[in-house]
């Protein structure tokens, strides 16, 4: 058995997280330490002669102690310890990362008002295995617990959260909380449903030449948008040829179709639709992609 102990990491930044004091051999060890921190692992309770490390193998120090300071990303490794005769003491799995930093958070609703998404990005990336809990209550029910956001599309750094309440008074909270070997941190954000709306963009554009250079546009709503009858959208059509910084834009129109008209023969024209909540809550989906159409010369 072998006495492990850290040295001055903890000074030196948000500290050392080590999984176990003491290692019966010849398991790995796994230690947690952050970048730019400096670390001090000895090998044995005395001082012994002859004692060394190596990394990945190569002859590192010939001293019972390892010291690396100021660390980086490039130490990361496999440490070994070996007696004179070459005998492996011990061996030290070397992870470098960040602690947590506060989660930067993005929510929006494709679904109102059935579900919204929230996802968050950490800077600078922990590096490390990190896990998040988040949770979220409404701040105008303080009677009601917890709710857990449940991880949306298999991604690590999303979750969905449902059955919120619609032109509630008070703002819902959600509580996003990173933890890994270095540490943890909590963000809380706050939500107001009407505000974060954001549909997809409408699906099925097509577009049909007509006599006379018009052109008959039609779409589909989006369909992650529950319910389109009780919780109208409405569009608008955005349409250019030639630089597409030249784009008009028509509507906005209930409907899921329209009429380009006025329109010149040989043109191809791009045309892409936006929808937007009907009473004008939050912002308008992204734009569908470009459908083209050529109006006949004759
Ligand atoms: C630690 O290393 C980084 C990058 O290698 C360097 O920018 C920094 O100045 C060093 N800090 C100290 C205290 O030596
Ligand atoms: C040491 O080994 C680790 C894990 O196999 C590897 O990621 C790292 O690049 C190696 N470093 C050097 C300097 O060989
Ligand atoms: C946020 O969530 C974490 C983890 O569940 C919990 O420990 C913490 O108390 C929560 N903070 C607030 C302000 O609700
Ligand atoms: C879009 O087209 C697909 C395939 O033609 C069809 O199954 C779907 O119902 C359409 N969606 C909408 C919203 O019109």
Redesign the pocket.
């Known amino acids: 058995m072998c006495l492990i102990y850290i040295f001055g990491a903890l000074a030196v930044t948000s500290g050392v997280f080590s999984q176990d004091t003491t290692t019966l051999l010849p398991e790995i060890r796994d230690l947690f330490v952050a970048v730019g921190s400096s670390v001090k692992i000895p090998c044995t309770d005395g001082e012994e002669k002859g004692v060394e490390w190596r990394f990945n193998s190569s002859v590192l120090v010939s001293s019972p102690v390892l010291s690396i300071q100021n660390t980086s990303l490039k130490d990361q490794g496999i440490y070994t310890c070996h007696q004179p005769n070459g005998d492996l003491i011990q061996t030290v799995s070397l992870h470098l990362g960040y602690p947590p930093s506060p989660p930067d958070v993005h929510c929006w609703s494709p679904s109102y008002p059935k579900r919204a998404i929230c996802s968050w990005t950490l800077t600078p990336d922990p590096v490390l295995p990190t896990h998040y809990?988040a949770?979220y209550r409404s701040i105008s029910d303080p009677l009601s617990s917890?709710r857990q956001c449940q991880k949306w599309r298999e991604q690590d750094r999303q979750c969905a959260l449902e059955e919120l309440e619609i032109f509630a008074s008070g703002p819902t909270?959600i509580?996003i909380?990173a933890i890994n070997a270095l540490g943890s941190t909590?963000r809380?954000w706050p939500i107001i449903l009407e505000q974060i709306v954001k549909p997809d963009p409408p699906v099925n554009v097509s577009v049909m030449v007509m006599p006379g250079r018009k052109l008959s546009v039609q779409w589909g709503p989006p369909p992650t948008w529950p319910d389109p009858v009780n919780f109208l959208l409405k569009y608008t059509v955005k349409f250019h040829w030639g630089k597409p910084e030249t784009a008009r834009t028509l509507g906005p129109y209930e409907s899921n179709k329209m009429v380009l008209s006025g329109l010149m023969a040989g043109r191809t024209y791009y045309i892409q639709i936006s929808a937007k909540d009907f009473l004008d809550d939050g912002q308008s989906s992204d734009w569908s992609a470009p459908i083209s159409a050529t109006v006949p010369v004759n």
Do not use: D, R
Request: aromatic share 0%; charged share 0%; net charge neutral.
């Open positions: 809990i949770t917890a909270l509580n909380t909590t809380i």
